[in-house]
């Protein structure tokens, strides 16, 4: 079992920042990758961006050169800053962890730029 946990959402005017946290607790060993997702009203959850055990990253086109996932492997905390943000940006980011039995997601946190 793997217990993900998002903060750091909130309402922000469109061209400021946020961080999202994620810290993982349980079978954390076990972690491969771990992304951030995010699901708008009435749109399918997408992919935003993930990075691996081994350091890789990769991004949405829609959030390249504005958005930045890192990890803290000792803390077990994967972080999202979030820079230029618009109003299209607007949704609930989620938390998935990876493992090699399957995935788990966080509850989710809500962002909500306003223009």
């Known amino acids: 079992q793997v217990q993900p946990v998002e903060s750091g959402g909130g309402l922000v005017q469109a061209g400021g920042s946020l961080r999202l946290s994620c810290a993982a607790s349980g079978s954390i060993s076990s972690i491969n990758t771990m992304s951030w997702y995010r699901q708008a009203p009435g749109r399918q959850r997408e992919l935003v961006a993930a990075?691996?055990?081994?350091?890789?990253?990769n991004y949405a086109d829609s959030v390249k050169g504005r958005f930045t996932i890192s990890r803290d492997n000792a803390k077990n905390t994967m972080y999202l800053q979030m820079n230029s943000l618009k109003p299209d940006d607007t949704a609930v980011y989620y938390c998935?962890?990876?493992?090699?039995?399957?995935?788990?997601w966080g509850q989710g946190t809500q962002v909500t730029v306003s223009s």
């Open positions: 998935n962890v990876r493992v090699p039995w399957g995935d788990y």
């Open positions: 990075t691996t055990s081994a350091g890789s990253t």
